[in-house]
């Protein structure tokens, strides 16, 4: 299998699908493709047929959406056990990962993914709604599904992936979780997602990589 992802520092939806196929230890290949230059897009476009990345290349098959890529691994390596077993805790993984894929427009907007950056940037009404969201989330999955391990459901998830971008920007930006409600366990949970192995392989290359103005 070959992975096509952008820019390591920036691109959310490319740290996600590749986490999973760590996490499930198939083996693959990566190809980057840079991110935030003239030639961009055309380099995309040779190899992408959304003209987006990432991408997953398994032989003839091609997979152009994150989501879709991390359901196919799932599916392709049940023994990884990237979803919860238990099919409530399942069904919830899957809504916290959707709402992720397809929500939270304004914090996407105002706090991007920079791996290379550190500030304190106070969010907007429509920033702060997100954030109280999104620790409510992580403290409902995490109270109701997180016995047995540090993670949203206990062991680590394809959910998990999809936030795995969120404890990023949180760190970035200076996010005052407990201005949001938290109590702990968001701060908690964004501190395992840092530290976890795979993302920190991620991010080390992400620094080294990133092309410098």
């Given at each position: 299998m070959q992975l096509i992802i952008g820019t390591k520092a920036w691109s959310t939806w490319s740290l996600r699908p590749w986490l999973v196929l760590r996490k499930s230890g198939a083996p693959f290949e990566e190809l980057l493709v840079q991110l935030r230059w003239d030639g961009a897009s055309e380099a995309i476009a040779a190899v992408s047929p959304s003209k987006r990345v990432p991408v997953l290349r398994d032989g003839e098959l091609v997979v152009w959406d994150s989501l879709a890529i991390c359901e196919y691994v799932a599916e392709r390596h049940p023994e990884a056990g990237l979803w919860p077993a238990d099919p409530a805790a399942r069904?919830?993984?899957?809504?916290?990962?959707?709402?992720?894929?397809?929500?939270?427009?304004?914090?996407?907007?105002?706090?991007?993914?920079?791996?290379?950056?550190?500030?304190?940037?106070?969010?907007?009404?429509?920033?702060?709604?997100?954030?109280?969201?999104?620790?409510?989330?992580?403290?409902?999955?995490?109270?109701?599904?997180?016995?047995?391990?540090?993670?949203?459901?206990?062991?680590?998830?394809?959910?998990?992936?999809?936030?795995?971008?969120?404890?990023?920007?949180?760190?970035?930006?200076?996010?005052?979780?407990?201005?949001?409600?938290?109590?702990?366990?968001?701060?908690?949970?964004?501190?395992?997602?840092?530290?976890?192995?795979?993302?920190?392989?991620?991010?080390?290359?992400?620094?080294?990589?990133?092309?410098?103005?």
């Open positions: 069904a919830v993984a899957r809504a916290a990962a959707a709402e992720m894929h397809s929500s939270f427009g304004a914090l996407r907007n105002a706090y991007p993914m920079d791996l290379t950056l550190r500030t304190v940037k106070a969010p907007e009404p429509e920033v702060s709604a997100d954030i109280a969201r999104i620790v409510a989330l992580w403290r409902d999955c995490r109270s109701r599904f997180g016995t047995g391990g540090p993670w949203l459901f206990g062991r680590w998830s394809i959910a998990d992936a999809f936030f795995a971008p969120v404890a990023t920007r949180f760190r970035t930006y200076g996010a005052d979780l407990a201005a949001h409600g938290d109590d702990g366990v968001a701060a908690a949970y964004v501190k395992t997602a840092l530290a976890d192995p795979d993302f920190l392989a991620w991010e080390a290359d992400a620094i080294a990589s990133t092309p410098r103005a």
